[in-house]
């Protein structure tokens, strides 16, 4: 069948009568694989040169941090582009379920998404480094290695064939490992628990003898409030707080070795993107990158004031995790990371990027970040 072009580029910015909103969709329907809008009076329209958007996301609406910053990549682009873009954020569930959303891009039933690469990694293994592996690179690193280490090149080649054109979207700063009901002294202590997380952590709690549960974002304060999951990791204090995981237990653990460089993604269907003018085009990825930014300073600073809350107003301990529980998590995550590397020759290519650019900041960062906070909190402690 020949092909035909989905988005086009001067029917788009000129609004031209010949391309109703109805046309736009029946040309989705016939170029998207896998299906269409499923409510095309609902799908993007065009008029006066303005095309109309839709993000659906993986997070609650308008949730502080990850959801938040959904809405303000959607500003940040509309803005920018002097309006030409409107893009209206949709909360899970509201337009697809939260673990449906890379479909939704890739199928064209939403033009765009706000989640976590590390959902997708059935899709392919090698997603899961777009949003930070166990053990690997700290926030301000992943973020390095995306923009400077190749690993944007690696992601877009990825995602090439699900028709996704991808961006980094919302940096977190290093997450908590966790909220527990119940005191963890030693690794005995995680045989049993069923504790909420995703992406390649869950494997490592499962052959660590716990039981990993994968609860999206909406469903995971019901589920720790009904004993559905004895402990649950979501983020940090910020987002911890807003959950009202201090009001069901009193103990939450750092740091967060499962998840070091937490990083949020924009997806974008790819032909629509590649019919963007290019001025467009690069208002995305700035607007994306920027947001990036912001939101990692925004979790440091919100981190820090809803730490103080959580100690003096809900009487919670903040601990560090035993010794002997943090060796094995990483020692098995190593295990665990290499293993789904192997599953994929994609994956494979960007394991070894990746782990080349881990080991040069390993390297360098014992005499600079490292090496800093280590020389802070000595002092501070006497």
Same mark, same amino acid.
């Given at each position: ?15 031209? +009568? ?28 065009? +008029? ?7 993000? #659906? ?15 303000? =990549? ?21 337009? %697809? ?6 479909? #939704? %891009? ?31 690179? *700290? &926030?301000?690193?992943?973020? $390095? ?21 991808? @961006? ?17 002294? *030693?690794l005995e202590d995680l045989q049993g628990l069923k504790i909420r997380m995703a992406g390649l952590p869950n494997e490592i709690l499962n052959r660590m003898g716990a039981t990993a549960v994968n609860i999206p974002?909406?469903? /995971?304060? +019901? +589920? @720790?409030?009904?004993? %559905? ?16 995981? &201090? !009001? ?28 963007? &003018? ?25 981190? #820090? ?5 959580? =100690?003096?107003?809900?009487? /919670? ?11 094995? @998590?990483?020692? /098995?995550? !190593?295990? %665990? ?5 192997? !599953?994929?020759?994609? $994956? ?11 080991? !040069? ?17 000595? #002092?501070?402690?006497?």
């Amino acid at each position: 069948m020949k092909k035909i072009n989905k988005f086009n580029r001067r029917k788009i910015l000129l609004g031209a +009568s010949a391309l109703t909103t109805a046309g736009l969709l029946i040309s989705c329907k016939e170029n998207i694989k896998g299906g269409t809008p499923s409510n095309p009076e609902s799908a993007s329209s065009i +008029s006066k040169n303005i095309m109309q958007l839709r993000m #659906a996301t993986t997070w609650p609406k308008n949730f502080p941090g990850v959801g938040t910053t959904a809405e303000k =990549v959607a500003e940040a682009i509309t803005k920018a582009s002097d309006g030409r873009l409107e893009i209206k954020v949709y909360g899970s569930g509201e337009m %697809v379920p939260a673990y449906e959303v890379f479909d #939704a %891009v890739r199928q064209g039933t939403v033009e765009m998404g706000h989640g976590w690469p590390g959902y997708w990694i059935s899709k392919n293994p090698g997603l899961a480094y777009f949003g930070g592996i166990p053990g690997g690179l *700290s &926030p301000s690193e992943q973020s $390095a290695w995306i923009m400077h280490g190749g690993g944007q090149k690696l992601w877009e080649e990825l995602l090439e064939p699900y028709g996704i054109q991808p @961006f980094q979207a919302g940096i977190v700063q290093s997450e908590m490992f966790g909220w527990y009901k119940k005191t963890l002294n *030693s690794l005995e202590d995680l045989q049993g628990l069923k504790i909420r997380m995703a992406g390649l952590p869950n494997e490592i709690l499962n052959r660590m003898g716990a039981t990993a549960v994968n609860i999206p974002g909406g469903e /995971v304060m +019901s +589920s @720790f409030q009904s004993g %559905v999951v004895d402990a649950v990791e979501w983020g940090g204090p910020w987002m911890d707080l807003a959950f009202g995981f &201090p !009001k069901i237990a009193k103990i939450c653990y750092g740091p967060g070795i499962h998840s070091p460089g937490s990083m949020n993604e924009m997806l974008i269907n790819k032909q629509l993107f590649n019919n963007l &003018p290019n001025d467009l085009k690069e208002i995305i990825r700035i607007s994306a990158n920027n947001v990036n930014n912001d939101s990692y300073n925004e979790y440091i600073n919100r981190n #820090a004031i809803s730490y103080q809350i959580i =100690v003096k107003e809900h009487d /919670v301990k903040f601990k560090i995790l035993p010794l002997d529980i943090m060796k094995e @998590f990483l020692k /098995v995550a !190593k295990e %665990v990371v290499q293993d789904n590397a192997e !599953k994929d020759p994609a $994956a494979m290519k960007i394991h070894l990027n990746y782990q080349d650019f881990l080991k !040069k900041a390993i390297d360098i960062t014992k005499y600079q970040e490292l090496g800093y906070l280590n020389a802070r909190e000595m #002092a501070n402690n006497g």
